[in-house]
């Protein structure tokens, strides 16, 4: 194809769809440190981008593409950070459902975070690498029996219940067998977070928690408190993810607390613990501006303090659970280019090696991603781009609008950054698709801590 087909000029202005980029930025080859975590991506001299000081080129020729390629100790660094601002009067819990893997799991353990899991498997995963079991917080809508069973007998730290027959359906399983089990109870607060409307959690009309409003928080309060097999040790809120504003959270944290003095008031009990849940946003393009942890810690701990004084109650022990803040800036997906297609006056259509397959969060909820070509610089100029999977589904676009180098051609890597949170642990076999390694870079050296899918493993499954 042509690349004079590309004049230079404000042709983009007719097509560019609103709220998108108004202009291409003013230079394609910089990488954004919002964007590009700290030691994520960096270009080296050649115009090749580096990760853990080691270019892509070389990581696609040893691992090949698509790959996921996750920085360690950027990873460690904002665990530490999380665990730092809170202190030692508070909890971090690591969502495992963004990611999880074993050496996750290690990380985790070693740099004092806690871990919030939502399945057997995420639970078996948590256990099989040595995280203490009461140091895990088993959630879900609907836990099975034998998820439960296995979570008390693990002696989990707590289980948070979801649901009336759940209350009881734990209460039985801990008494059974001679436990009593720490549970907390999820109450939906009533909170419209400004988030996509799949992935917002605390309006009423939605499957998660018992709702504050009309009093069956309240009542499931009332009946754990009456069973031998459960000891309710506080309430759990979760108002959605990928949310910027702290307010949800302090109205949440204020109407929480409103629920501890009705539980004070009605039983004479203050249950020690609150959880604030996770959702903390990440940049995912330069207009993404996320807060810090420590403005969140702070945040939080005030409004809590404040509330429980004017209650009158004891401030109780905070936990929160980040999953995306944590690990969505530590890696980013590699592809390889495979062809581009121009549509004169439209944009240009860049197809790479994955697609929905590894990144299903664009499809799902118009997630909006940035993307660079990566494994050279170039002086061409800017050209409106679809970056697009390679499966049987018009729907499957990786990064809806960007701008790339107009001579990006077969061959080109590209990565997506901020690929770390709810693509790996979202990825799918559709179109029999394998799904991508993970590979964790630290001190210049990379090692896959979750290996590519063969076609063995799609065999094993299909017996024929
Ligand atoms: C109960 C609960 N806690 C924590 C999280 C983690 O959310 P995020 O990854 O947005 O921090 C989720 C997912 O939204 C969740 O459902
Ligand atoms: N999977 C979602 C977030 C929901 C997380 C679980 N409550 C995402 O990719 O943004």
Redesign the pocket.
Known sequence: MSRSAHPAGPRYADVLPEGHYTAPPADLNALDPRVWSRTVGRRAEDGVVTVGGIGVDRLAEEFGTPAYFLDEDDFRARCRAWRDAFGTEADVFY?G??FLSRAVVRWLHEEGLNLDVCSAGELATALAAGMPAERIALHGNNKSPEEITRAVEAGVGRIVLDSFQEIVRVAHIAERLGKRQRVQIRVTVGVEAHT?E??A?AHEDQKFGLALVGGQAAEAVRRALKLDGLELIGIHS?I???IFDTSGFEVAAHRVVGLLKEIRDEHGVELPEIDLG?GLGIAYTSDDDPREPHEIARALNDIVTRECAAAGLAVPRLSVEP??AIVGPTAFTLYEVGTTKELPGLRTYVSVDGGMSDNI?TA??D?EYSVALVSRTSTAEPMLSRVVGKHCESGDIVVRDAFLPADVAPGDLLAVPATG??CR??ASNYNHALRPPVVAVKDGAARVIVRRETEEDLFRLDVG
Do not use: C, E, P
Request: glycine share 14%.
């Open positions: 969502a459902k963004a996509h799949f992935i959690t979760h959605g993810s990928q996770g999953g995306r969060r799902l909820y997630a949170a709810y642990s979202m």
